[in-house]
């Protein structure tokens, strides 16, 4: 497909989409943040997106990221990069040198890994909460019923900075019902941040109040390698 293969186009559909679903839902469409999500990307299939302004992105593997992306902020100014795939112990550091903000903090474990580093480093990244709002046993996030206590241990025991949380819903489960139970323990936990909906499911996402949405395929196109 043609259309797949100008991301700079697809970039402009994207948005032009979230304003609508933002309208719709009577919110300011600038309240809705999109994460390009470039993973499994080359560098020349990012420069069309970084050439049309845009700055916000998401990528899933800190090793990639980190052989990726700093020589595309040699080159543009205001990057904001979002991790957005799971995160080891041993790749915490990295991370930490590498993004902007680490949405799947998702155990116990990382959450302190991070703050040692946060602590190490002088820097105190941005940090959302995954949750596993489909309780799959597969999946990587904080059970619902545990979000409350992670959260609060996050912050006051670590010190550190959570601003939201961030799912993935099931595959096979109508995404909206996943969409307004992150709402809902977000709301009650104080979190403004919201990060979810994908290429399939965005404008739904933002109905139910997403703040960042992270779309991959529908800007880039189908990936490379999976
Ligand atoms: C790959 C990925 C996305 C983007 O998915 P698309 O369906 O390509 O838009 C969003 N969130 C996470 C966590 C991902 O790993």
């Not at 040699?74 to 041993?90: F, K, V």
């Not at 155990?107 to 040692?116: D, N, P, Q, Y």
């Not at 995954?130 to 006051?156: H, I, S």
Request: hydrophobic content about 40%; aromatic content about 6%.
């Amino acid at each position: 497909m043609t259309q797949m293969s100008d991301p700079a186009s697809n970039l402009a559909m994207v948005q032009a989409d979230i304003r609508k679903a933002a309208e719709a839902s009577g919110r300011n469409p600038k309240t809705v943040n999109l994460v390009a999500v470039s993973k499994f990307h080359d560098a020349p299939s990012i420069i069309p997106v970084l050439e049309a302004g845009h700055r916000l992105f998401g990528e899933n593997r800190v090793q990639e990221a980190a052989g990726k992306w700093p020589a595309l902020r040699d080159s543009y100014t205001g990057i904001a990069l979002h991790l957005i795939g799971p995160l080891q112990s041993n790749k915490v550091k990295e991370a930490v040198a590498t993004f902007d903000v680490i949405e799947t903090v998702d155990r116990m474990k990382i959450a302190r890994a991070l703050a040692t580093e946060f602590e190490r480093c002088g820097r105190q990244l941005p940090c959302y909460v995954q949750v596993n709002t489909g309780e799959e046993p597969q999946k990587a996030g904080v059970p619902p019923a545990e979000v409350d206590a992670f959260v609060k241990t996050c912050r006051t025991e670590l010190g550190l900075d959570i601003q939201g949380l961030m799912c993935i819903p099931p595959v096979d489960e109508e995404p909206a019902l996943h969409f307004a139970l992150l709402a809902k323990i977000a709301e009650r936990n104080g979190l403004a941040v919201k990060s979810m909906g994908m290429s399939a499911d965005y404008q739904t996402a933002i109905t139910f109040g997403a703040t960042h949405v992270r779309v991959g395929t529908a800007i880039f196109g189908h990936r490379p390698e999976q």
